[in-house]
Every structure is written in structure tokens, then in C-alpha cells.
């Protein structure tokens, strides 16, 4: 299935968009931490539309890279880095206001990150029901923050997405608690808005997805060229959204509506 991933800048300034050969799914330029070895695969044994729910669900399985013990473990060391930043800032972590900041600081951002904790069948469970349906579904407006991965500050915009379901429909709720996951991860939007759109299809197999993203960056509004009200739209289309020019304008006439 073919991908389209559009980007446009409001603002008239460049966007670093950093390396694009990154895995689908994966982080951190495509290494994935703790991932087991892939097991040898054989010949695909389905090469139509739908793949195997075990295949599937095997595949999100192996997208968790850190865990609650992980966390644990490593507050200490990562608290300590904060405090070496503290120090590098000609602050003094001993004073008053910042004696607890590293803790705060280490825990704030394990939170901020905390979609490596989760995968995508942790979320779907019994959340995907056979209805014979075929109209399309739209969710927009899903409120998304995300980290640079370049400057480790925030991304805040929203989230739309549609799709044409195959005899199969997801709890709505879901499509929102997949923004979460993926966008809680150290991020470039580019790939977040792939991801989103894969995961949905990986879950559902639609005919189609459509996913468009709008958000802000603060490494442009807070540093760098300082632009206030720029923005950044991404779009991925997938299936019948990226084949039918009318299935296509029809999900952007809904999200604009």
C-alpha cells in the first residue's frame, strides 16, 4: 500500500526535518532500544489486504522499549543529568528553588515520553468490532503534544483522522489513545503522522486512512527563527484516500468543516 506524507509551512522559513530514512514505527533513527532479534521470516503467507492477527499483534508487541521498572532505575541517573544541566546554566542546584527541580524535571520527562511504555494492542483490546459499515469515520480535533527530538521542547497542535472501514470499526475513543501513544515519544511530525496512520491500518485493515496533523513547534517560535504564528500541517493518505481524488477531498471538506 502506497504512502503520502505532505508537509506545508505557513511560515516562510525552512523546517529542519532531520533524517527521513527512519523505520516506519521505530525512534531514534530507526534503532529500536531493547528490541529482541527479529525472528527469520519465511514467505508472507497472506499477500492480499488483510495480514494475520498474530502477525499484527506480535508486531506491536515488540514496540515497547521501556517499562515502570525501566523508569524506576533510571530516575536516578537522569536526575542527576538534570543537575549537571542546572550547573552548566550557572544555576546553583542547591539553592532554595531548584534543590527538588532534577526530580521534577526527570519524572515530568518520563511522562512526556511515556508512549514508549505502551504499544498499540495494550490500548485496542476488545476495541475493534465487526459492524458492516462502510461510510467514512472521522475523528478531528484530538489534541496532540509531542517532543522535538531535535530540541527536546514541545509540538502542540491537533490531530485528524478518517477512514473507510472494511466490515470492521474501531471504539472511537482508541483513534485518540493512538495519537497518544505515538506522539508521547520524542518525535519529528513527519513520521508521527505515518505512524498514527499505519497503526490504524495495521488494526483495521480500511480501505482507507487519511491522517493530517497542525502544530506548532516551539524550537521555531521559542528559539532559532522566532516565528510566532507559524505552523506546520503533515498529511499521510492511505489506500482509497491517496487513489480517489474524491474520497480525498471529501475527508478534507469534513475536517475543515
Given at each position: 500500500m502506497e504512502h503520502s506524507n505532505h508537509t506545508a509551512f505557513t511560515s516562510n522559513d525552512k523546517k529542519d526535518t532531520g533524517d527521513t530514512t527512519l523505520a516506519l514505527n521505530?525512534?531514534?533513527?530507526?534503532?529500536?532500544?531493547?528490541?529482541?532479534?527479529?525472528?527469520?521470516?519465511?514467505p508472507p503467507a497472506d499477500t492480499g489486504s488483510h495480514r494475520s492477527a498474530a502477525s499484527v499483534t506480535e508486531g506491536w508487541r515488540e514496540e515497547r522499549t521501556r517499562s515502570l521498572e525501566d523508569?524506576?532505575?533510571?530516575?536516578?541517573?537522569?536526575?542527576a543529568a538534570y543537575t549537571t544541566i542546572l550547573r552548566g546554566l550557572g544555576e546553583d542546584p542547591h539553592r532554595q528553588g531548584l534543590v527538588k527541580t532534577p526530580w521534577r524535571a526527570a519524572t515530568?520527562?518520563?511522562?512526556?515520553?511515556?508512549?514508549?511504555?505502551?504499544?498499540?494492542i495494550d490500548v485496542l483490546n476488545?476495541?475493534?468490532?465487526?459492524?458492516?459499515?462502510?461510510?467514512?469515520?472521522?475523528v478531528k480535533d484530538i489534541d496532540v503534544f509531542s517532543m522535538c527530538e531535535h530540541h527536546l521542547v514541545p509540538i502542540i497542535g491537533?490531530?485528524?483522522?478518517?477512514?473507510?472501514p472494511n466490515k470492521r470499526v474501531?471504539?472511537?475513543?482508541?483513534?485518540a489513545r493512538i495519537v497518544e501513544i505515538y506522539s508521547r515519544r520524542l518525535?519529528?511530525?513527519?513520521?508521527?503522522?505515518?505512524?498514527?496512520a499505519v497503526a490504524i491500518t495495521e488494526a483495521l485493515q480500511p480501505t482507507g486512512v487519511g491522517v493530517i496533523i497542525e502544530a506548532t513547534h516551539m524550537?521555531?517560535?521559542?528559539?532559532?527563527?522566532?516565528?510566532?504564528?507559524?505552523?506546520?500541517?503533515?498529511?499521510?493518505?492511505?489506500g482509497v484516500f491517496r487513489e480517489d481524488p474524491k474520497t480525498r477531498d471529501e475527508f478534507l471538506t469534513l475536517v475543515r468543516s
Open positions: 521505530g525512534h531514534f533513527d530507526g534503532v529500536v532500544i531493547k528490541r529482541p532479534p527479529a525472528a527469520p521470516q519465511g523508569n524506576e532505575e533510571s530516575l536516578p541517573s537522569l536526575a515530568a520527562m518520563q511522562f512526556f515520553t511515556k508512549g514508549y511504555q505502551e504499544t498499540i476488545d476495541a475493534i468490532f465487526d459492524e458492516d459499515h462502510d461510510e467514512m469515520v472521522i491537533r490531530v485528524h483522522i478518517g477512514y473507510l474501531l471504539g472511537l475513543s482508541k483513534l518525535q519529528v511530525q513527519e513520521r508521527l503522522t505515518k505512524q498514527i524550537c521555531m517560535v521559542m528559539r532559532g527563527v522566532q516565528k510566532m504564528n507559524s505552523k506546520t500541517i503533515t498529511s499521510t493518505m492511505l
